[in-house]
Each structure stands twice: as structure tokens, then as C-alpha cells.
């Protein structure tokens, strides 16, 4: 186990009480790598014995909880995500196994939330029922797209036919499903957009998210980039359909990139934006942990292989800092910026342990450009601020 003395011992830092507590998984694995992607993902081989490697990689994972307990004793679970990756590639045995065995060593609050990302290509009929038998609670599945040629254009291992049927198997067994949709893909345009809106709606997801296809460093689109991307115009214009076409059904946008249902926003990414605590354990996880008078980052080996040797071995961090008092501002406005509702000012006092004085310069900065608003403490973007977000995060850079 890890020792938590060095933690506790007495610092710049003094927080009045810790926030919630959250556990992210990572599942390394994938049927191929999308040549967008820089998630730290791998292509599943097929010439090994999978159910030998996903066995063996759910007891590093229960291993690495096990090693970090003194980090977090005594506090409870509010989400449990499994992420990847490919979390579905995993047969529904070893999620329960690795969920009953994670209850078992963490406390989790009543109606903690549980998601598991799933692809369309990884589907099998039955499948996603027996992931809510293993206690998953809310499913997120990776669609990107319903149209054939579009998937094809970003390297997706699943067709439009099988996403319609993951999403239709998704709405039977589960009240809370999120799909993952992409715009301003290659030779994309407005209408294809709004059919791909169009039929996600018609499964009546309590949850959406949209993510704007961009070229990411180190990846094979940003290398090579495709040659018909749509433009900024076009990219705007997606967002103002996506906006009008989620308010018909129902779905209010309450972050960036993210509309639901009333009361179904997902628990686990409000965390992150409210600058909540999280353990994460698995190949590449990162990990944010408070303690009264220092706040740590952690990190796991990326590569499945030396991050299993690791954890199995009883040491499963990799890279560990403790977050500067100087960078504190521009750390919880990288997240609480993202979210329509905004924060109130005592809230970034309380998870950060810093004066109002902090933070009120760079506010009131953002005031006069037009990019917030305050009403008695409380600041939330203005529409030109979500435009802008990025120029906004960055006034907070030490």
C-alpha cells in the first residue's frame, strides 16, 4: 500500500473540506486505433488469448485500489466511469467481477453512478444487457456517426447499421445512455449533420455529446490532414443545429459539449468540471487527490504491459506533483468555465483554499470583455464567453 503519511503533513494549503470523491478506469484496448485519436489506446491483437489478458489486467486494476486505499480512506465513491479505449471489449464477467470486488474495498454513496463506454463494432445482441446485470447503470456509446461513408472518412471499425442497433439495445435496458456524436467531419455537411441529430434523437438518449473532429498532435489526421474539412462557418453552423435540434427533444446544453435531460447530466464529468477529486487506476490514468494542505496529480505508466507489472507489484503510480498554489486558479477555471451554469466564487475559495483575491482580477477582466456575467457571487459565461472559452480559461494562466 502507499503510504499517505507525506500527504498529511502540514503545507501552504488549507482546505475547510474535501470535495467528492470520484473512481475513473481505464481500459487501454481497442478493435483498431482511429487514425484522430490520441487517447491512449491500442490495437487489440488478435492472436493472443484475450480472456487471459482482460483477467489479468482486472486484478492489476483491483490491485492498484487496493495500493491506493490510504490515499482515500474513509471517503466515498459519487461515479465510477470505465473509459477507454474500449471498456466493452471486456466480457460482462469480468466487469461484474471487478465491480463487485471495487465495492467490496470502496465505499460508494447511494445511487453512485456507473457508466461504461461501449463501441457500436464491439455490439453483440444481449451484450448490453449484461452489463446492467453487472451493475452498470448508464451506458455511453461512441456512435461519432450513423452515415456509412462519414465513419469510413475517420477510420471507424463500426457502420451505421450497427450503431442504430447499439443504440436502440442501449435504450431498452438502460434509463440513462449518453451517445457520442462528432461533427465537422471530412466532407461533412450541414444536412448530413442534422440526420446524424435527427436519428440519435429518435433513440431519446437522456444524454448527448458532441466533440468537433480536430487534428490533434501526434496523430495520423494530423499528419495527413484530410482535405475537405468544413471550415469555422460551417463548424458554427453544426452547433447552432445541434442546439436547436436538442431543445425539441428535450435536451438542455449544460456544458460545452454536452445536452441532457432534466436531472440526467452525467455525475462523473460535473465532478471534473467542479473540480471534484477522482482516483483514476489503469494504463494512462491520471489521478487529481485532495488532501487538507496540498492537492496531487498522479499518473499510471501509459502501456497496458508495464502498467500491470506495476500495479501487480504493489506500485502503481508512475509520475506524481503536487499543484502549485499559483496554478490553482488556472486549474479549477479550466473546467468550472466549461459548464452553462458557472460556479459561485466560494466554491473555487473552498476546493482551491485561496482568497476570493485570487481569482476576482482576471474575473472582472473577463467582465469587461463581455465573456462573464456576476450576480452575487456568482459568474457564468455569456454566450460570447462559451464562443470564446479557450480565451477566457487562458486569462487564468499563471
Excluded at 486494476?61 to 461515479?79: F, K, M, N, Q, Y
Excluded at 449533420?193 to 448527448?208: I, R, V
Aim: proline share 7%; glycine share 6%; net charge negative.
Amino acid at each position: 500500500m502507499l503510504d499517505a503519511a507525506p500527504y498529511m503533513r502540514a503545507g501552504a494549503l488549507q482546505l475547510r473540506e474535501l470535495p467528492p470523491l470520484a473512481l475513473y478506469v481505464h481500459f487501454p484496448w481497442c478493435l483498431k486505433k482511429c487514425p484522430y485519436c490520441d487517447f491512449n489506446s491500442h490495437p487489440q491483437r488478435a492472436d493472443q488469448d484475450n480472456t487471459a489478458q482482460q483477467a489479468r489486467y482486472v486484478q492489476a486494476l483491483l490491485a492498484d485500489i487496493e495500493a491506493c486505499l490510504p490515499l482515500v480512506w474513509g471517503r466515498h465513491i459519487i461515479s465510477i466511469f470505465m473509459g477507454g479505449g474500449t471498456p466493452s471489449l471486456f466480457c460482462p464477467e469480468h466487469i461484474e467481477q471487478f465491480l463487485s470486488t471495487t465495492r467490496a474495498l470502496l465505499p460508494c454513496a447511494p445511487g453512485c453512478e456507473i457508466t461504461l463506454e461501449a463501441n457500436p463494432g464491439t455490439f453483440e445482441q444481449a451484450r448490453f444487457a449484461a452489463f446492467r446485470a453487472a451493475g452498470v447503470t448508464r451506458l455511453s456509446i461512441g456512435v461519432q456517426s450513423f452515415n456509412d461513408q462519414l465513419l469510413a472518412a475517420i477510420g471507424r471499425a463500426h457502420d451505421g447499421a450497427q450503431a442504430r442497433a447499439a443504440a436502440k439495445e442501449a435504450a431498452q435496458h438502460f434509463e440513462q445512455f449518453n451517445l457520442d456524436l462528432m461533427y465537422a467531419l471530412p466532407g461533412q455537411s450541414l444536412q448530413e449533420w442534422e440526420n446524424d441529430l435527427k436519428t440519435a434523437l429518435a433513440f431519446a438518449p437522456s444524454h448527448l455529446s458532441t466533440y468537433q473532429l480536430t487534428l490533434e498532435e501526434g496523430t495520423p489526421f494530423a499528419k495527413n490532414p484530410p482535405s475537405n474539412m468544413p471550415g469555422d462557418d460551417a463548424a458554427s453552423a453544426m452547433m447552432d443545429a445541434t442546439d436547436t435540434a436538442c431543445a425539441a427533444a428535450g435536451l438542455r446544453r449544460y456544458e460545452v459539449s454536452a445536452w441532457a435531460q432534466r436531472g440526467c447530466q452525467c455525475v462523473h464529468n460535473l465532478n471534473y468540471w467542479q473540480f471534484g477529486d477522482y482516483l483514476g487506476i489503469g494504463a494512462g490514468a491520471h489521478s487529481k487527490i485532495s488532501f487538507t494542505h496540498r492537492i496531487i496529480r498522479q499518473e499510471r505508466a501509459c502501456q497496458p504491459e508495464k502498467y500491470m507489472q506495476a500495479a501487480l507489484s504493489g506500485s502503481p503510480v508512475n509520475n506524481e506533483r503536487q499543484v502549485s498554489l499559483r496554478d490553482l486558479p488556472f486549474e479549477y477555471m479550466l473546467g468550472a468555465l466549461r459548464l452553462k451554469s458557472g460556479f459561485y466564487l466560494h466554491d473555487f475559495c473552498t476546493r482551491c483554499g485561496l482568497p476570493p483575491s485570487a481569482a476576482l482580477p482576471k474575473l472582472h477582466e473577463a467582465e469587461r470583455k463581455g465573456w462573464l456575467t456576476e450576480n452575487n457571487g456568482h459568474w457564468a459565461p455569456t454566450t460570447r464567453g462559451f464562443d470564446f472559452l479557450s480565451d477566457v480559461q487562458q486569462l487564468f494562466l499563471p
